[in-house]
């Protein structure tokens, strides 16, 4: 078991765990979330959702996320997991990220949806 992302307190008081399936999810979501510059000791780790979330919507911008989203979980994931399809969809105002990946150590796939910042 490790720590789940975010950090947070269980029903017993405890630092709360996470399976294997459910720590690559949270470690996906960090991929995406980051910024690079963001952390001191890994400057270009991450992707630039964030930054583009304020940029105009358009499907150059969908097209761009898709790349470097997809190039930073290979770079950064690509031990635990292998992407399948990364897909970026914009609606008017909404930017919808939809990754599906297999587990490299059990096969298992798994799809991970990012909108508007919340994950579903």
């Known amino acids: 078991m490790r720590i789940d992302f975010p950090y947070r307190v269980d029903a ?7 399976d294997h399936p459910g720590h690559v ?3 996906v979501e960090q991929v995406l979330f980051t910024s690079p510059g963001e952390r001191v000791n890994r400057p270009d780790f991450g992707c630039n959702l964030l930054d583009m979330v304020f940029a105009g919507n ?3 911008l969908a097209a761009t996320l898709e790349m470097t989203a997809q190039a930073a979980l290979q770079r950064w994931l690509g031990d635990l997991l292998e992407v399948q399809s990364l897909t970026v ?13 297999v587990l490299k150590a ?6 991970v949806t990012v909108s508007g910042g919340v994950v579903a």
Do not use: I, Q
Not at 89 to 100: G, K, N, P, Q
Not at 106 to 111: A, D, F, W, Y
């Open 12 to 18: 017993r008081g405890r630092t709360a765990t996470v």
């Open 106 to 111: 059990t096969g298992e796939s798994r799809v």
């Open 58 to 60: 358009s499907p150059e």
């Open 89 to 101: 969809t914009s609606e008017e105002a909404t930017l919808r990220v939809r990754v599906e990946y």
């Open 25 to 27: 999810r949270d470690m």
